[in-house]
């Protein structure tokens, strides 16, 4: 019998809500230990802020997986350079951020752990520290020598891929390529079937200009890129469907026929889902060799250290991302 997911938890930017969310997650019986990777110290003071009855343990790569324990959580430590304060951000700690990934990431491929689970980083922080960063989804694509992959956010029944991430909306259009809205789709395609066990998967692409360029009038990417790449994988038996206008893509008459829906960028297909989902959603990076889910809100600075965050999407990401591996390993077994 597999044993159950392990699972790695960075904690994400201290002066954030990550570390309250990430240990109120002792609060309930997980499947197995989470091992939370962050500062230690700034773990501690915000459990003693909110008097959480947590107790935390250090934990070291060189040690066997934590065993269950009632009312504790595990920590390996990854220092900070300055000592936090919710709400209030700190370039200096931009690089142990940045650390609790690459950690977290060693664990996975070292073995030791078999998914990893963010709590958000703040993107505009690590830039001003001087060091250029997009996404968690783009830094693990890249660290993971992965040329492309899928962000998708998942909540409530409805399924939302990206065709484009963290991207300028001026750069967006030059960015819908054939190329690669092929392999978006292809790893698309495949992990709705291992991740998510759905064996054949039907996809609605949306347009990319208003009413999905009106016949050419409105735009010309539907008829000389989506569409034709739409009939190539109609024609290998591919369920994919499109393009639709995206103004009416999510109506419940559309939805009820889908898997996914594929938005050609961040805010045409996010703000559905979040006001959908909000508070309930994960978001999933399809196409690493590692499982990585993530919740579906940021920061929150305006709220961290009130005790008002809310960790139901935090939670959520922790079982997506054991199902995930449960999925995965019954896909390896045929
Ligand atoms: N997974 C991630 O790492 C991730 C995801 C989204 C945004 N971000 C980053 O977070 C930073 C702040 O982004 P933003 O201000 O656009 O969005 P945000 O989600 O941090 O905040 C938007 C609003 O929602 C509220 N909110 C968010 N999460 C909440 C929770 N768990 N419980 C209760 N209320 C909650 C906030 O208080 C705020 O009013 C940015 O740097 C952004 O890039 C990171
Ligand atoms: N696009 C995500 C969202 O709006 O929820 C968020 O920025 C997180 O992205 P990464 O997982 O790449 O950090």
Same mark, same amino acid.
């Given at each position: 019998m597999k044993s159950v997911p392990r699972i790695v938890l960075t904690v994400g930017e201290p002066a954030g809500i990550g570390p309250e969310i990430a240990l109120l997650l002792g609060q309930h019986p997980l499947p197995a230990p989470v091992l939370l990777v962050g500062d230690y110290h700034c773990l501690r003071s915000r459990a003693a802020l909110f008097g959480l009855p947590v107790g935390l343990e250090r934990w070291q790569e060189d040690d066997p997986w934590p065993a269950p324990k009632?009312?504790? *959580?595990?920590?390996?430590?990854?220092?900070? @350079?300055?000592?936090?304060?919710?709400?209030? +951000?700190?370039?200096?700690? !931009?690089p142990a951020v940045l650390q609790t990934l690459d950690r977290a990431l060693h664990l996975l491929r070292s073995g030791q752990a078999d998914a990893m689970v963010t709590a958000p980083l703040?993107?505009?922080?690590?830039?001003?520290?001087?060091?250029?960063?997009?996404?968690?989804?783009?830094?693990?694509?890249?660290?993971?020598?992965?040329?492309?992959?899928?962000?998708? *956010?998942?909540?409530?029944?409805?399924?939302? @891929?990206?065709?484009?991430?963290?991207?300028? +909306?001026?750069?967006?259009? !030059?960015a819908i390529r054939p190329d690669t809205l092929e392999t978006t789709l292809r790893v698309l395609h495949r992990s709705l079937q291992e991740d998510f066990a759905i064996a054949a998967p039907r996809i609605l692409v949306a347009g990319l200009n208003p009413h999905a360029g009106e016949g050419g009038h409105l735009g010309h990417e539907e008829g000389e890129i989506i569409a034709p790449l739409i009939r190539k994988l109609q024609q290998e038996g591919l369920s994919i469907s499109g393009p639709w206008p995206a103004d009416s893509i999510f109506t419940p008459h559309h939805l009820e026929d889908a898997d996914a829906v594929l938005a050609m960028y961040h805010d045409q297909g996010l703000?559905?889902?979040?006001?959908?989902?909000?508070?309930?959603?994960?978001?999933?990076?399809?196409?690493?060799?590692?499982?990585?889910?993530?919740?579906?809100?940021?920061?929150?600075?305006?709220?961290?250290?009130?005790?008002?965050a809310d960790h139901g999407s935090l939670l959520r990401a922790v079982d997506v991302a054991a199902e995930i591996v449960r999925n995965r390993r019954a896909a390896a077994c045929g």
């Open positions: 009632k009312g504790t *959580l595990y920590c390996l430590d990854v220092p900070l @350079a300055r000592p936090c304060r919710p709400g209030h +951000l700190d370039p200096a700690n !931009a703040h993107k505009g922080i690590i830039n001003d520290a001087g060091i250029p960063f997009t996404g968690h989804t783009e830094y693990l694509a890249e660290h993971c020598g992965v040329a492309q992959v899928v962000m998708l *956010l998942a909540g409530r029944g409805l399924r939302v @891929a990206l065709a484009t991430t963290h991207l300028p +909306l001026s750069r967006v259009a !030059a703000p559905v889902l979040k006001y959908h989902a909000f508070g309930e959603a994960v978001n999933i990076t399809l196409g690493l060799p590692v499982v990585r889910t993530s919740v579906d809100h940021g920061t929150a600075l305006d709220i961290a250290g009130s005790g008002r």
